[in-house]
């Protein structure tokens, strides 16, 4: 199919759906400018692509019947959870209607003996971790924004502790999802392990919303570990902090989280977040455990990172301390973007083999220095994972050609390293051509499970891959 | 479409393909009656169906070849690594062509500082580790038998270490196969995550030979821990072994492996594998870390086992005495048959929330007892995952409808307890029909996908679900 073809809006069909969803709805339809904006792509310099109407749903009856109605007209259907995801994947190219899934926000059971738990699509992580707190568990995933748990399933979303708990395909048990012609399936019962035929909760994570919406999600908890003890140690270059983790993960210390910040990053790091660390690169890295083990792992880190010239560091296992720490980690992005005022962040998100991160780290801070961009570098370097954000005036179109430039770059670099372009945020509409690139025929039998499950095309059109 | 039409052979197809193939593979291609035999299911009650013919494939081009003669015939292909599956997944109800992978068996790359490698699909487990002796790493799924690789992929297999390794489906970072039309896919890069697309490494892996045939994987590997401990403690009865393994898990002690063996088991494993252990329920643990954290874990574990009437037991790290021990426990399988000399073990294999375990090991008890088998249990309880093997006279049909009756209940309960049918061995064409009854409506989605990919049903037809 053609991009054209695929992208033709449907106006007589999207007409007809509003009418009908605003007689269902009522108010809880709107169609006002405002919202519709709100629904599109907000987060980087992908342009804001509304959709036609937003439906506040409340329950998986609702988003069948808002999927079948659009479905009779082949109207588009566009999960919204939190609005954090950063490939466009909100945008409404072809209109249709936004399915704003925040109100389905019920955490339905806590399983604690079997150390998983049931919850709504429109949940929150902060909000289940809030919820989880006098159970002794946690979810681990922490993608930095306080996402929707739908939302991470559906971008495979990972973060800093995916090292050590890995990313929302290991974390999701099982799912509850409305297909395109409206039908409920669940993929999954709640056993920890399954050979029971194709693994759908796989193919449901990660699908961006185009192969059906997820109403409800059974994931896996974690016991909150007797022992976390957390630091934080400065380099004298990139490669010295970078090769640091190589050999931490060499060596199977079982770090929870170890994440690289470049010294611009630091810089406005401290200066966001009010810290006074060595404008360097620096490594924040936590350990979980008992007592005792998290003591081991601790020492035998500051025997690998002195070895590489980190600098002495300060443990702390006080949670205030690490709580402090670890904000201004998450604060990464807003600090980020106030190195430039009114600039907006371009974020890249390359992932390769632990043993390549060195050598893409130091040639993509070349290509930086050579393209004249500001783009300061995090990472969830445990995974091999980096972000360069490079700060631009997207109204500029020679910094948005720069900035475009230099990401493709990363994922090219990435790609020929046996690596990824996207480790955790998506295709969606800003990485198509490199997912090509990367996946090649694969990406045909994507096309053919697409067209199968979604003959219309009428779930998330536009994203992912052209059909 | 009905099975009658599912199962139709293709009889002009076969003869031309089978001259087709005699012509391109010379005596690489048998129709021995033997051989054939072999290539059909040989390890359980379910009837042998051979194909009707075996290539010995050497290279993805040769499978690629094979897979496109039968493509342009209609003639179904089933790939055979080791012929260890317990549900007739290698079995030609329509005949076609077995292609045999296991002279595919190199290594092709190990990334010792990336922990991965890169494997042909016949490589088994046992060759794989061998190989890495040297490397300080390891490949840690363990499902007993001596698979291969791309077999074990095939079936999501796990096993003992799957409490603390996952199963394949976390152990396989990408996979190279040839799709249904002879086309050569590769489904992700080396990276350790990606967001790139769907994923088609989950889909494959579990799907059992129906939407490709695996010719490439590359395996995350695991450090060998510096200290591994293993012990053997017996119980009262076998609530009191479940309910010991249900607190371990839940006081999140990282035990890598913890199977429980029943009275009649142990009385088989002593037996056969000449040891002298109490014939009671008994539990056989092993724990891997740093020396001090084995320790911790050891004596933590020991706490738990005696608070629910755990006899004394003796740790262990001397690796004789731990290889020993594993083998009787993987010997259970034969230790198990030679209790009844002549009959054949009728396995299944539930797999249920662990807090459910108990319960559902107490009722299959129950129904044992009721309906006179002879059947003793065996599981990777530290999952909710055991299986009971029904020793029966295949050729009588009134014990052959016993253990059916035996593992329509089980799986009925392990359904009704949120669990599944199976855990680890699949579906393949004994528990189709539960299949249905665990997934509703999500047998349809995989139906879906099961035409998209393969519309001419010759990729291991018959097998998970009728079309």
Redesign the interface.
Known sequence: MALAEQLARNEGGIASVVAILGERFGARLSVSGAVREQHGHTTTWIENQPPDAVVFAESTEEVADVVKICAEHGVPVIAFGAGSSLEGHLNAPCGGISIDLSGMNKILAV??????CVVQPGVTRKQLNEHLRDTGLFFPIDPGADASLGGMAS????GTN?VRY??M??NVLSLEAV?PDG??????????????????T??L???EGT?GVITELTLRL??I?EGISAAVCSFPDVEAACNTV?AT????IPVARIELLDTLQMRASNAYSKLDYPEAPTLFVEFH??Q??VA?QAELFGEIAAEFGGGSFAWTSREEERARLWQARHDAYWAATALRPGARAFAT?A?????RLADCVRETMEDIAELGLIAPIVGHVG???FHVSALIDIDDPAELAKARELAGRISAR??AM??????????GQG?QA??ER?????????R??????DPQNIMNPGK??RL
């Open positions: 399983h604690a003996e079997d150390l998983d971008t495979r979303a990972s995916a890995g990313t395909k290991d297909m039908s409920v399936i669940r993929t999954a019962q709640r056993a920890k392990k399954s050979s029971a035929g194709y693994d759908l796989r193919l994570v990660g699908a192969l974690q016991g570990p190589i993960i060499q060596h199977g455990g008992t005792a083990g081991e998100d992932c390769v083999p632990i043993s995974d091999g994972n990435a790609i046996d690596g990824t372009c996207t480790g955790e945020h998506g295709i990485k490199y997912l990367e996946l090649g025929g694969a990406v045909e039998v994507m053919a499970v697409k067209r199968a499950i992912i891959m």
